[in-house]
């Protein structure tokens, strides 16, 4: 996984509310570009950074793609971000 291809996805605004959406279950391309007042290609775009990224899966469904988050990499950068900015290890000898 590269986080620099994660942080370039989650940069945007639109990609963090897509990734919201698919919190709540796997959704179909339309479903999900519905939501957003830009073109089926900006969308398109935006699916394909987050796939990059590897945050969302997708399959074929007859003629739909439906789109599902990648929890696996999800955990992994939160466990990331908890390690980076999480409470400091205790130091050797404190009982805290």
Known sequence: MSYNLVFKALADPTRREILRQLTIGEQTAGELAERFD????????????????????SRRDGQKIVYS????????????????????????????
């Open 38 to 57: 830009m073109a089926k290609p900006s969308v398109s775009h935006h699916f394909a950074v987050l796939k990059e990224a590897d945050l969302i899966r």
């Open 69 to 96: 988050l990648n929890t696996t990499v999800a955990q992994d950068i939160l466990t990331w971000m908890w390690d980076l900015f999480g409470p400091p290890p205790a130091a050797k000898g404190d009982s805290r």
